[in-house]
């Protein structure tokens, strides 16, 4: 499943799991985010579930008509495929979607590091 996590001064402040039935954002108790924030609309945004014609798992942000607007990675935006840390601003508020589908495609695999005879000295083979 996908997540979007919040973060404030680098840590992790809020983190929300999507569900099938997706999520939104506003400043109306009713949201799935509640965000109190003057420049967030009562109904801003939502994030929806869809599946691909291969019947994968898309996740789409749509701006639900707001004033101030929806933005990833800082383009301001209507609907928008997400995709993994993507960084989506509701009104002043940062998120990053993660994918955890897509959590490790990024990352470069792990090198087993072994100590050879001299004392100090490591050595991996590839």
Same mark, same amino acid.
């Given at each position: 499943?996908?997540s979007i996590i919040?973060?404030?001064?680098?840590?992790?402040? !809020?983190? %929300?799991? $999507?569900p099938? #039935?997706?999520?939104k %954002?506003?400043?109306?108790? @009713?949201s799935?985010?509640?965000?109190d924030?003057?420049?967030?609309?009562?109904?801003h945004?939502? $994030?929806v579930?869809?599946? &691909?014609? #291969?019947?994968?798992?898309?996740?789409?942000l749509?701006?639900?008509q707001?004033?101030?607007g929806? %933005?990833? !990675?800082?383009?301001k935006?209507q609907q928008?495929?997400?995709?993994? #840390? &993507?960084?989506?601003?509701?009104?002043? !508020?940062n %998120?990053?979607f993660? !994918? &955890?589908?897509?959590?490790? @495609?990024?990352?470069?695999?792990?090198?087993q590091?072994?100590k050879?005879?001299?004392?100090?000295?490591?050595?991996s #083979?590839?």
């Amino acid at each position: 499943m996908a997540s979007i996590i919040q973060l404030v001064d680098g840590v992790v402040a !809020n983190r %929300f799991e $999507i569900p099938a #039935k997706g999520l939104k %954002f506003g400043r109306i108790s @009713t949201s799935t985010v509640v965000i109190d924030d003057l420049a967030v609309s009562s109904e801003h945004a939502e $994030i929806v579930l869809q599946q &691909d014609e #291969k019947g994968n798992a898309q996740f789409i942000l749509r701006d639900l008509q707001s004033t101030n607007g929806s %933005f990833v !990675n800082e383009q301001k935006v209507q609907q928008q495929l997400l995709r993994h #840390k &993507d960084v989506l601003r509701i009104g002043w !508020n940062n %998120f990053t979607f993660i !994918n &955890d589908d897509e959590v490790d @495609t990024d990352m470069e695999s792990t090198r087993q590091v072994k100590k050879s005879w001299i004392p100090g000295v490591y050595y991996s #083979k590839d």
